[in-house]
């Protein structure tokens, strides 16, 4: 799998374009809230070849921009089941943090993702494993390689759990659940440079209580 992390938007959220590198088929993983990922997509040459969008969660920096990718890039899309509630808000969370400029329309959704799909794309597998705690739904797809983590892990840090919809309890079982995955899995983040999850195991100071 070849990955590309598109940085983007006013929160500066890490969008990813990833390629199946046998078949050349290609996902979008997170939106922005912006135009900026759509922009750049269309200036590519070859054309990727996008067969569909998949989101971590539902915070406007990660899916508000969807329905304006959504009118380039008619593909399927793809949001954890546990997540709708709060994917429902995208059209209010602006004014949450002061920014009703960034309130956004809550685009399609064709497929809800349960704790333990698998998505293929071309040859590779993708697996989902459902970490609430962020938000309600927040999850992570991963191959034998590489995971994407939203923000439920950054290096040297976690994701916030005191937002509406945040719960400090399941975030705690969310980064336990996750770390039992293998350790040399690269982590790409929703914000910030790439890790792993024996590095953050190891070092995160937010991660302490898995380490006693
Ligand atoms: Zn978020």
């Known amino acids: 799998m070849e990955i590309e992390c598109i940085t983007v938007g006013e929160f500066q959220v890490n969008t990813y374009l990833i390629r199946d590198t046998a078949s050349g088929q290609a996902a979008i993983i997170d939106t922005g ?41 008619d593909v399927p ?55 609430p705690g962020h938000t309600p739904g927040q999850g992570c797809y991963y191959d034998d390689k590489d995971i994407f983590v939203g923000d439920t892990l950054f290096a040297g840090s976690v994701g916030r759990s ?20 293998p350790g040399h899995l690269r982590v790409h983040s929703g914000h910030g440079p790439v890790t792993t999850l024996d590095r953050e195991r190891e070092t995160n100071p937010f991660l302490t209580f898995l380490r006693n």
């Open 33 to 73: 809230e912006t135009a900026e990922l759509a922009a750049y997509l269309a200036s590519l040459q070859p054309q990727p070849d996008i067969r569909m969008i998949l989101l971590t969660h539902g915070h406007l920096d990660h899916a508000g921009a969807l329905t304006g990718l959504q009118q380039q890039f």
């Open 77 to 131: 899309t793809y949001l954890p089941r546990l997540e709708q509630p709060l994917f429902a808000t995208l059209p209010q969370q602006g004014d949450w943090f002061g920014a009703p400029h960034m309130n956004r329309p809550c685009g399609r959704i064709d497929h809800y993702v349960d704790d333990g799909d698998i998505i293929q794309l071309g040859e590779t597998t993708l697996h989902f494993i459902s970490t």
């Open 162 to 181: 005191d937002l509406p919809l945040g719960d400090p309890a399941l975030m705690q079982q969310s980064l336990h659940k996750l770390m039992q995955l």
